[in-house]
Structure formats: C-alpha cells, structure tokens
C-alpha cells in the first residue's frame, strides 16, 4: 500500500517493543460481539491508475460549465480563476497544515487569515471581518442568532428576494435555537417589504442585493427603518464580484453583510467547498461567530497574529459559545485572498464593469426574443426573465442544443408559483457567441 | 539514534539567538524571508490580471454604485507569487514534518485525490444545471455513501454537512425531529462525558438542549453507574466520542447504548475517532444511532490550515426518516436529487462538499477494504508504538492496557521543573517538530495527547521518541529558562495572545490605528 510505510517487519518488532503478541491484542478492548474478522463487502486497494481511471470515468458523465454556452448562477458563479491562484494554494505549508494554534509556526496562514480579514472588511464596508465561515447560506443562518444575541430579540424577517436555499438553512437553523423566522413570500423586486414586517420582537431584517432574481436595490432607507425600531439589517450576497461596482453594504446601513465567497478564487465545485464572508461593526465584534485573526507582538517584539478572542469559541466556553463552529473555510479564503490580490481594486472594478456588461448585453439579446419578459429592472450580472411555459422544461429541451440555459426558479422554490421563470447569469466567461447561440435557440424553441 | 542536529543547534545560545532573532538587515534570515502586509508591499495601481476592457453603461444603476475608493492593494503575478510563497514557508506542514495533533489527525494527503478533484468533471460544474448532467457526480455521491454506509453499518448517510461540528449539528437536529414526531417534547436535556471535545455541548446548547456532565471512571472511560442515574424521560441523547478523547475505546459501548436506548433517548457518537476503527469495528454494530465522520480525518481530504473540512453523517433506521435535504434516489433515467424537505430542513445551500467527497472516495478506492483496515490497524500501533517509547520519561495518563490511535500524557512527570506543557509544547517547534495537543482532554492534568497516524514511518517515529527523550531529560534537569525562552528557531518567538484579545486589532490601518 502506497500510503503506508510500515513494512512487515516494522510491524512485528514494534510489537515486540510494545509487548503484544499481535496487532489483535491492541483491539481487546472491542467487545468481542462487534469484533471484525473478515474484510468488508467493498473492493480491495487499486493502484494510482485504476483510482484515475475510475474516477476520470465519472467526471466525464458530466458536462462541464466551461463546454459550451452557460447561464447558471442563483449562488455560484463561473468565473475565470488566473492558475496562480491554484498553484499557490497547493503548497504544503498551506494545504496540509492545521488550524493555526501554534502561531510561531503557523504565521502564514494567520498572516493570510489577517489580510482576507481587512480585504473582507474593505469589500463589505464594515469595520470587522471573520477568517470565514462554511458558506453564505451558513452564515446567513449565524448572522440572524448574531443579532439575537446583539438585541436580545428573537425574530427575524427574510425577504421574498433571498435566495429560497439562504431561507430554508436559516430557518433549519435559527428555529433550532428557538427563534422566530418569518420567510416572506418570493417577489422579484421588493426588499422594502421586510419594512411593514418589522415589531418590537424584530432581531433583524435580512435582505439581499443583488437578489436571488438578480435585481439591485437601495437598502438605505430599509437599514433606517430596522434601525428606528431597534433591529439590525443583515444584508446578503450570493455574487462577490458585484462589491467591485456597487455601493458596499456597509455604506447602505447594514450591521451584518454575510456573502458567498466562491466568485473569487474557487471553482463551481457543485456546490462545494466554497467561502462565507462575515462581516459587522466593531461594536458588536465579540457576539461575532466564527473564528477571529488578530495583531499582536512576539516576545522579541516582532509584529505577528494569533488566533483571538477564542472565549467566544466552543472549545474555550463548550456550552455557552456563540457559535459551534471549530473549523473555517480555511483554503477557500487563502484562493479568495490570493486572487482578490491579483486583482488589486482596479482589477476588481474592471473585472466587475465586465460582468455588467455582459449581462447588460445578455438582458438586452434575450428582450429581443418574442416571448421573452426580461423581469429584473436594476442587475448587476444576473436577470430573471419570464418564458411562455415552463422554464425546467425549456432548460432541459435546450441541452440538445448543447446550451445550460440556467436556473428554472422552480429548482429552488416549487411552491412559489413561479415555474415561467428562468435565472441567468452572465459573467467575465461568458461570449457574445454564447449569447447569440442562446437567443438562437430560444427564439426556435419558443418560436 | 543520535539527536538530530544538522543545521540547527538543539540547545540554542540564548545570547548568540537573543541577537539573531533581531533579524538581519532587511529581515531575511537564512532561506526564510521576512514579509510585510498585502496592504503594505501592494498598490492600488497595480494588477495581476489582464482584462480586457469593458465600457462600463451603469445608467440602470444610477445611485447604486460604488463612489469611494474600496482601499484595496494589487499585485502584479511575480509580486503574488512572492508574497505566498514566503508566507507559505513560515508554516509548519504534516508535508514538512511529524504533526502529532491528537484528535485532529494530521496525516498524509495523497496528490492523486487533488488531481481528480480538478478534473473538469467535477469542479467545473454548478450545483444547479440540471441533474442528467451531473450522473457521474451523483454516482460519485451515491458510491461514496455506499461506502461510508457498509463501513460503518449504518443503513443511511446525510451527506451535506459541511464539517464535523456542522454534522453534530445535524445529528442533533434529526434526534430532536425524531423525539417531536413521536410527540415527545419533555426531553430536554444532553448527556456528554467531561473529555468530550468542545463542539458537542455546543451543539447540544445551539440546538436548545441542557448538557449535563458524565463522570469518568479512573480508567478513562464512561461510569455506567453515573450513566444510568443520569439517564431518564427527560434526556433526548447522549453524545459519546468513541473511541473517546483519552485514546481510549470504551469497552462498555454496547451497555451503553442499551442503557441509552431503554431510557428512550438516542446515542449520538462522535466520529471524530473513526480512523483507530475503520475496517474492524462497525458502530452500527454498537448501537450508535448518529455519528459524522470527518473526512478530513479518516479519510484525509487536507485540513488546509483550517478548513474546509466535511461531516457526513450516518443515521439508524430510527432516524433515517428525519435526514435533511437534499438526498439521491435511484430512477429508471439515472439518479435524481430530491430537494424538497422531508426531515428537519436543510444544512446548506447546495448538496455538501462535493470537491472532498472526490477526495475521499479516491482515498477509499486507493486504499480498499483491506488499506482502509490496515491503515487503521497501523495507526493504533504507531501510537502504541510512542506510548511504549515513552511511558518511562513520561506519565501516561492511562498506563494499563493498549491505547487507541493517540496516546494521552500528563505532566506529573513535569512537577517540580518549572516547565509546563505549554513549554515542553514549545520547545519540540525548536527541534522542528509540530507539538502535540496540549491542554486536552480536560479530564487530564497538563494535557498532552499525542496521534502520529498511520502514514509515519517508524524511522520518523523514532527520531521523535528520540527528540522527545532528550528535551525530557532536559526540562527534568534543571533547564527551564531554555523551555520558558522556546521557541528560539521559529519564525517568530512566543506571541502575546494577551494583548492581542485586550486590544483587538483585526484588520490593518494605515498608520496603524486601533479599532476604538
């Protein structure tokens, strides 16, 4: 076996020095009635080229994003990754190392953690940022019991614009913990409606723009009516690259801007692993989850960062942690920060100009097709758009013409009422041949 | 075997390293760069990354969009390189070096499950496209679960949790589920030993459930007596971690869960172990009714200096009706993916983490039935293998009868140095080893728990028992002020964690101004 380099005779003499007379007697402790003599009923070991063959086999039933024209995004986008980005991040010292609790040798990771804090911050227009949490849906989730606790109120209003996936892990979560979640009902433009929902028992409003059908809004006054009655605004984000043209949450009013980090340094991935964002005031920095890189100096001095503020942590404080979280999105954030880098703020804008026109162009193809509503009235790279039937079945009938026209909102939500509707995205991928294509066979289908 | 001591000086000359750690001219020392902040070696000018312009028509989004400068830094792609690089080398890595992290498993990564979690196949496709364009991604899942599924004895598998704490969490949800469907709303309380990791009261605590301690007997395992007083209508679940902190398996598992089980609640097993077992114990055969398994653990997907980590868990019939969605049925088109709610709700957006899940299977197909039970098997003799080499320099905590796949310490062996664990734990940085967990389990005084895993070769075990021994002899010969002044050889010297959570500054400033 490759992985493992005990040969036989290692294995008997360390026994020897152990005093075993086999490996059997180091598993006396088993109860004899759940003692396994035989091998599972599962294959034996394989080399590295039956393992590649195998696996080579199941990724080619699949079609990649990048095979042909592509729409999909209602929370994970395709973006060009540069390879620097994955070079980097396979490096042993950051790809097989633990959580940094042994800061005097672990100053790289926790240097990098200290840089994606301030870029996260930077981005979000907040003072304080997490290391990262697993996704956005997650940390959407920790953002409402984080203005539990902020508030001491026990109710939170979702928007109509959050993405159903966002709704469904908060209220699995937050009603866990005893809170009160009101979900409003899907609506393509209207996060201000959180507004009429707010009461003395409201922890927070979370709204989301750009939202789950790709439309921007103002949060402004919507933060200014949480804040007059004494609740928080959580806003969320699904697209990262949108911070590059729009105003920041944090300049909207928010006290919590949670997002979904993948846009940035990770691929597709089907869904996973991807990077949550969380970011707040710094007033309310130790009801934050998750875990915290902070400054500090060695004994000589020397500027370094250790982990910090860990008594809001479970394995400090066990049952009365803010968060049961023991791990971040660790690699995830190191791709998000490396490419983030590469960019600079120029890049990020540039890259973010590019993503809004092409889907300014995409928007603008698809009014074109008889039979097609275009529905989002502000959009930073995603729209919905209305079709005359059904929208999984258009999606699936377009696969013949070797286009992934995107997401039927049915996917996400079946009992809105909303199967007419299909989410698009475009970004820095995507080409006005894949645009003409796709108008192409819309226009033959529906036709 | 002799010390090791080429190219670095085991004892180091306080005064020569005082001096040293001054740092040269421009910071460099040797092959180890000094580098400054992102923020403060990049510009807002600079980019690594050539775009083609776009002219930027944002009059749909008038008053929406960004005015002030976001303030962040670029570099160009040699820059980049540069920067990662040498941060990258002021890390210790299980690539570089033994990392005997007890309870978190630090062992080898094979490459292969990197290069196949890269294949287009899998990381280029979205978790939305539709399902009869993913059928090798949920074969991949649906095999995977096959796997997890008949290693385990379990007859179901909620594969979405994205981590293990994230996998209590969902373990913990579906008991409640169960309890609520049975109308059973009374129990209101959990049941876990004081050596159980941090994140089960958490959880326990997150979900609205009282924790109530079990004792421990002096053996380090579960007193069934206290067990069995504690147990009653109002208890929901308990949480053991088996085999547990101490490194230890509990013999009474079985006694356990029937115990658990007669007083109505559910056994929920922490799988944060299940690398000491895999291939030869079956947890469904103890009576476990919930249990995640790290795959960053057993089944080595890479830790990546904290996460992402994934935490599938593995439910009993009883309940196997109240796992979340989403979930893979079998049709006669292929593999669907159901969506919609059937149990408690919903852990994560997507589907879990689908780029370990390759890693995972690919290390289980490498491995095999009879890799995984070796591997298993080695990693309990290696740790034995330790305990043996150094239970007379050291105080075992649990000296009688074999250990698991760590070995748990004490520091009465230290008492009357001057030398803590903490310095002791210091101290191995200087002779490049990473140091073991220190200060857990809780039950233990100056806890020191040591996991080597099944990937060390014994040559490398022995110059740690050898490094080990040394620095022993040292701290008990009157050589504190050399453990007190460790590390000397990393990067940095010891970090002030105080002044770090007194004043907390979490993000740069220009000038270096403190968040108020």
Redesign the interface.
Known sequence: MRYLPLSDLDRAEMLGVIGAGSIDDLFVDVPAAARKAELFDLPGHAGEMAVERALARLAGMNRPAGAGPFFCGAGAYRHHVPATVDHLIQRSEFLTSYTPYQPEIAQGTLQVLFEFQTQVAALTGLEVANASMYDGSTATAEAVMMAKRVTRRNRAVLSGGLHPHYGAVTQTIAHAEGMQIVRQAAAIDAEAAVIAAIDAQTACVVVQSPNVFGVVTDLAPIAEAAHAAGALMVVVTTEAVSYGLLKSPGEMGADIAVAEGQSIGNALNYGGPYVGLFAAREKHVRQMPGRLCGETVDADGRRGFVLTLSTREQHIRREKATSNICTNSGLCALAFSIHMSLLGEAGLRKLAALNHSRARELAGALAKVAGVEVLTPRFFNEIAVRLPGDAAGLVEALLADGIVAGVPFSRLDPGAGLDDVLLLAATETTTSEDIAALTAALSRRIG | MAMANVGRPTQPDLEIS?SA???AIAGGRGLLQD?L???EV????????D????????S??A?????????????S?PE??R???R??????????AL?P?GS?T?K???R?N?????????????????V??????L??MDQLAH?LK??TGMPAVALSP?????G??CGL?AI?AAHEAKGDAARRRVLTPTSA???N????????YE?TEIAQTADGRVDLADLAAKLGPDVAAIMVTNPNTCG????D??EIARLTHEAGAYFYCDGANFNA?V????PG??GVDAMHINLHKTFST?????????GPVVLSQALAPFA??PWIVHSASGLELK???RG?????????????F?RA??Y????????L???A??A???A??I???LSDVMTAAFPD??C?HEALFDDRWLEGTGVTTLDF??AM?DEGF??MTMY?PLVVHGAMLIEPT?????R?LDRFCEVIRVLAAAAKGGEAKRFK?A?QM????????T???RK?????RESGAT??
Not at chain 2, 42 to 49: E, K, L, P, Q, S
């Open positions: 005082d750690a001054q740092g580098e902040l992102l923020f990049g510009g807002a000018d600079r980019t690594g990354v775009l083609e312009d776009a002219a930027l028509d944002a749909d989004l008053g929406l969009t960004r005015t002030a400068p976001i303030g962040l830094p670029g570099l792609e980049a390189v920067h990662y690089v941060l990258s080398q002021k890390n210790h890595a299980i690539d570089l990392y992290l978190c630090m080898h990564n094979p292969l990197e290069k196949a979690a890269r294949m287009a196949g899998f990381a280029d496709i979205h978790p939305l496209q539709p009869s364009t993913v059928q090798g991604a074969q991949l796997w008949t290693l994205k981590a293990g704490a994230h209590e969490l949800l409640r990791h941090g994140t009261p958490a959880t326990a605590a997150f979900v609205g924790v230890l398996f509990e013999r598992i079985i077992i291939g030869r114990v079956r055969d103890l890479p830790h990546g200096g904290g996460g992402p980590g994934a979340p969605a969506e919609e709610d408690f709700g919903r852990m994560c957006a997507f589907h879990g983490q689908m780029g370990m390759v299977y690919a289980m197909l490498s491995h095999g039935a009879d890799g039970r070796q591997a098997e080695d309990v003799l290696n034995n293998y305990k043996a080499r009868g074999p698991m734990a210091k940085i990473h140091p857990f099944e990937t060390e070769s014994r490398e002044a590390p990393a990067p940095l010297r010891r970090l002030d964690e002044l770090a959570a907390p500054r979490l993000t740069w968040v108020s």
